[in-house]
Each structure stands twice: as C-alpha cells, then as structure tokens.
C-alpha cells in the first residue's frame, strides 16, 4: 500500500498515474459535443450504488474506467459554448496547473510552518487584489472557499465594529436591534450570514431594486432613516456589483454616501462582478468599490479560476482581528512579536486550500489583461445577445446586462394566461436539460418564471444564442401544442 504514497520513492508512479489520468480528462474535452447528456438521477443514482466501497479495484486504469462510467460520462461541462447557466466559468489551463501542483505540494495556509512561500505568495495576491480596488494603504485580506464565507466573514467583522446603539448590544438583546441592508436581488448567503451571526430573524432588510435590478438609493436611505428612528442600529449594507441573476450593479457611490453619513459599514458583494478590476473596457462599470469597508471577490466566476477561488477584502487590516484566536499548538501570540506571518490569524478556516496558487500561475502567465480581456468577450457577448432578444417578437428580455446574464421567456403570441406561459418556459428548461443540447438556468421575476443565460464563455458565440433560442422555442411550442391537446 506504501507504493500510493506519494513521495520521494514513488515520484515517477506519481507522473505516470497522473498523466493517466490527464489523458483521459483530455480525450473526453476533445470528444465532448454537448455540455451535458441529459442522464436522469435513477438512471446514474443505481450505477453509484452499485459500486462496493469495501471491495477497491487496485488498478488505477480499472478505476478511471469505472470513474468514466459514474462520473466523466456524464458530468456537466461547462467548457462547452452550450453551457449558459450558473455562474461556472470555464477555466484556463495556467490556474488548472496550479491546482495539480498545490494538491500535490498540499501546502496548508494556516500557518507559516505550514507553508512558507505560499504565505507570502497569497499575502501578494490579496494586495494586488485591494491595489486592484484602491481600498489603500491599510487595506488586507485573505482566501476563502466562496463568497459565502467571504460574505460570511465581512459580516462578522462589520458585526464587531457596530456601534453600540441606544440600549448598546449587550446580549442578545443588542444582536437583535442589528440591521443589514441588502437589495431585494442580493444574495442569499447574507440572510445565512446573518442567521450564523446571531442576528434577529428581522435583521436583514430588503431594500427595493429599480427596473434596472439596481438598489433604489432613495429606499435605502429611507430604511435606515426608520432604522434610526426606530432606535435600531445599522450595522451593514451589502451593495451587490454583480447580482447573482441580472448581473446588475449597485449604485455603488450612492451607497458610499449613505454608508458614511450614516456611519454604517459598506460591504460590496463583488463574488460575480470582480471580474471587471482585470476588464480593459468596462473597469467603470464597478466604480465607486474602493469606497468599501469589505469586499468579495470570486476568482472562480470571473476570473476563470477553478473552484475554489475567491476572498475577502478589507480596507482596514486591524479589522481582521475580530476573527483572531491565538492557540499555543499553532499560533501563539508570540509569533505575532516575531512577525511570523500566520495567515490563520486573519481566517476563519484553519487548515485551508492554496488556492491563491492557481491565480498565481494565471497572472503569471496570461497577466491581468488577458482575464481582462475574456470578461470583456463574454460582457460583449450578453450586450449583442441582448440586442438578438430585444428584436425577437418570442421573447420577453428583462434587463440590459450590466455583466453577462440575459433573463428572459418565451410569450407565445396565441397564449395569454401568465400560469400556461410559466408552464411552457418550466417545461422548456427541462426538456432542454434532459436532451443535454444545452443548459439554462432559471428564476423568478415578479412573481413569473423566466430562463436565464450566464455567459462566462469566450467561445460561445451569437450563433450558439441563437440556436439555444430556437430550441427553447420549439421545447416550449411542443408543450403547448400538446397542452391544447390535452384540453380538447
Ligand atoms: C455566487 C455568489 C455568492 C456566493 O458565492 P459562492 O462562491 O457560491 O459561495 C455570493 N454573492 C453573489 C452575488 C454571488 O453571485
């Protein structure tokens, strides 16, 4: 069993079990036709279950072979132009290198004596991510698993610094009086965020978005007016660059305004819209992010980095205290003195991923400009798949894309009821999953059902939208053809 650990004696069975398994990954992108092919769960779920964890296979081609058969065969691929849902990104090779090395370094970053170079190569990352922003001089930050932890941890420590309000915080009493003010399009992980942190039920306030899926500035100065008013205190807002569905941004110096005059912390969620700090033509777009206290970055949606990649920023590194505990066995306050970089100090996970090594080997090879200039492709792709949906009389198109996401659905002329077109588009997006010819996703808007694209693919092209548009089309008309069918 020692032949499988990977050391000085097994380097070259190292090599050759992973090249093996290089090779087959490479053949199936080559080969692959379609981003998924449309397998149900109970067709995939007793192929799994059919597998003895108790009775191992030894040979590592036996194993890639049964790997194929549970997994590669039918894997979602988000390389593939036909893939438009989720945020998923496809990755560049350079960051996919540096995964293979930090898993086989298998560097922890807690710690200095745990990681050496790493330490110092992800303390550089996070710099050149806050210089990126201009938060300034005092500005810090550390790696996370997502910008849920990021979101997470930014809270916590805007928790911490809330002034006390009248009655203070003692207690639960004071984790009660909290109040974060997100959009109504904001994230999810901040009401999670907010649970976790103790905060009262009531505690995150949604704050009405505009037509263009933006905050309303004049609601947001309202809610903390009555927040004020009602003897409660204001401990964050969460501007988002980037909303999860429309990819819209946040009036973010409007928000700034706000946030200083009514001294509250501004968090900018930036996990989809960080991509434009590389962007060559669209930098503008998140202007007003270096007035932030915090914020998230996801380089694995933008910056087509694997997951995970991503971190919080702060604008004052004295603030990360708050999530500092010295222990003797890893620690220890001492090494504080002795100017021992322990990034733990700064985290809220202990032993942690080197992920900041796959941006590393991007930067290195492809600069920030050539990220930049992918992000810029698929911004200009949404503005010209905009333009196609605009113009086509199927389709009911939401908003402009700031980013790189179009909502829309499909309204047949003949069908008037709201409830049978909802239907339609449901039916659409399953039938579409299920023949695996492409991905969509899709949300709610008032109250509807709509489709959603997520364009993070330099190689999807007009054409490909309007293909995906078209077989949407054709999936939604069958379904009413044979709705009608059913009524007659
Ligand atoms: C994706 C997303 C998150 C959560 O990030 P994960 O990396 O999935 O944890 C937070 N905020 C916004 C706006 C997002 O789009």
Known sequence: MRSHLLNDLTAEHYRRRVTEGVERVAAKLAATDRPFTGVAVDALAPRVDGIDLDRPLHDTSAVLDELEDVYLRDAVYFHHPRYLAHLNCPVVIPAVLGEAVLSAVNSSLDTWDQSAGGTLIERKLIDWTTARIGLGEAADGVFTSGGTQSNLQALLLAREE??????????????????????????????????????????????????????????????LERCKRDGLVPMAVVATAGTTDFGSIDPLPEIAELCEQYGVWMHVDAAYGCGL????????????????????????????????????????????????YHAEYLNPRRMVQER???????????????????????????????????FDE???LAAEGWRLLAADPRYDVVVEPSLSTLVFRYIPSAVTDPAEIDRANLYARKALFASGDAVVAGTKVGGRHYLKF???????????????????????EQYLGESLDRAS
């Open 162 to 223: 809330a002034k006390p309000g009248p009655g203070g915080r003692e207690g639960s009493a004071g984790l009660a009086d909290l109040r974060v003010f997100a959009s109504e399009v904001g994230h999810f992980s901040v009401q999670k965020a907010a649970k976790l942190l103790g905060l009262g039920p009531d505690a995150v306030v949604s704050v009405p978005v505009g037509q263009d899926k933006r905050m309303q500035t004049v609601a947001l100065a309202r809610e």
């Open 340 to 374: 021992i970089p322990n990034q733990v100090d700064k985290s809220l996970q202990t032993t942690r991923r080197f992920d900041a090594l796959k941006l590393w080997m991007t930067l290195r090879t492809m600069g920030a400009d050539g990220i930049g200039e992918l």
């Open 454 to 476: 997520t364009l993070l693919n330099p190689e999807t092209t007009t054409a490909d939208i309007t293909a995906v548009l078209d077989l949407i089309a054709g999936h939604a």
């Open 378 to 380: 698929v911004c200009d």
């Open 277 to 324: 700090l590389a962007s060559l033509k669209h930098r503008d777009r998140i202007a007003g992010i270096e007035r932030a206290d915090s914020v998230t970055v996801d380089y694995h949606k933008s910056f087509f980095q694997p997951v995970s990649s991503s971190a919080v920023l702060v604008r004052d590194a004295a603030t990360l205290r708050h999530a500092t």
